[in-house]
């Protein structure tokens, strides 16, 4: 027969899971009625808390984790920068998993005290599985939400928003969209707030796919100058395609903004070195980094709830974009 878990309690009860343990532990402002429902259900299921679980909670590792696709790339230094420059305040370690180390075995054991994801190949349901009170996760890279599972995510609609509101406002009505990872929860953002704005002005736009790397927008950018007609804006969902677009751009003696404005997302540092310097939206990823880490540490030693809002997410125009601008009215 199978071990009856306070998951198992929580559903006979109709109650989340959060609440099955504050009962269980003699804790929280629970009604009366919705303490005793949780009551006869364990009664009547005949649970009883686990002696191993009881010994994992008060064990603690005084470690978090951070589980991520690969560690090459600033993209994630920088947000790495921010969680270790936060946990250096705190007598919290860090430990940093990529894709090649196993995390599902790493996470499964609770070799840690609490964890940061960004890789879309743990599955969803493992992370809702394994999460609780006294082992807490960040997702940083898809909209879960579960008990003690908690997004962190980019304002990536209005970062998108911004910069077709800045390309229509030019006039330019041909647009295309270079479109990272299918499997990307950021890149779909982009996409659909793109094309959603597109549709509403009644703007056609050329899809093409990428996958966040300089390659992929080179070659991206092959594919849209062999379609022929050339539109007048790209938007690339992250700076990397950009960068690859604009060199298929350039090889072809093309002019940009002049030919074909360009714009991308991230606002890593060479972007504004760029020629021409590239519009882009700007995320500030150390912060990010460090309010994952932060709000952690807070929930695990005090209590206070993690915060969800979204990271903000700046349109920055550079020359790459700005090719004129509507005379004022």
């Known amino acids: 027969m199978a071990m009856i878990t306070i998951k198992d309690v929580a559903q006979h009860a109709g109650v989340s899971i959060t609440t099955a343990s504050l009962v269980l532990n003699g804790k929280g402002n629970i009604s009366a009625e919705t303490r005793q429902r949780v009551l006869d259900s364990a009664k ?118 911004a910069v077709f509101e800045h390309l229509y406002r030019q006039g330019m009505r041909r647009l295309a969209f270079i479109s990272g990872s299918p499997e990307a929860f950021d890149n779909r953002e982009r996409q659909e707030t793109f094309l959603a704005e597109a549709a509403r002005h009644g703007v056609q736009v050329q ?15 092959k594919q849209l100058l062999a379609a022929g007609a050339l539109p007048e804006a790209v938007f690339c969902a992250n700076d990397q395609m950009a960068i690859g677009l604009l060199e298929a751009l350039q090889e072809q003696k093309l002019r940009v903004p002049q030919d074909i404005a360009v714009v991308g997302f991230d606002d890593i540092p060479v972007a504004r070195y ?44 550079r020359q790459s974009s700005l090719r004129r601008m509507p005379p004022s009215s």
Do not use: M
Not at 79 to 100: F, N
Not at 107 to 132: C, G, H, M, Y
Not at 210 to 219: A, L
Not at 282 to 305: C, H, K, N, T, Y
């Open 274 to 317: 760029l020629q021409p310097p590239l519009s882009t939206v700007r995320i500030s990823r150390r912060d990010w980094g460090a309010r994952a880490a932060r709000g952690l540490v807070d929930l695990l030693e005090q209590g206070i709830p993690f915060p969800t809002d979204r990271i903000p997410a700046q349109f920055i125009p």
């Open 44 to 161: 009547a299921l005949n649970y009883h808390p686990n002696a191993h679980a009881r010994h994992l909670k008060k064990r603690r590792t005084r470690t978090i984790g951070v589980f991520i696709s690969a560690l090459g790339g600033l993209f994630y230094e920088e947000i790495l920068e921010g969680i270790h420059t936060t946990l250096l305040q705190t007598d919290y370690e860090l430990i940093v998993c990529p894709e090649a180390r196993a995390p599902s075995r790493i996470l499964s054991n609770r070799q840690v005290d609490a964890a940061i994801i960004f890789n879309v190949k743990i599955p969803s349901e493992l992370l809702t599985s394994l999460a609780w009170e006294r082992f807490p996760i960040v997702v940083l890279d898809r909209d879960l939400r579960a008990d003690y599972v908690f997004p962190l995510l980019i304002d990536n609609a209005g970062g998108t928003r």
């Open 207 to 221: 899809s093409y796919q990428g996958y966040f790397t300089e390659d992929s927008g080179y070659q991206a950018g």
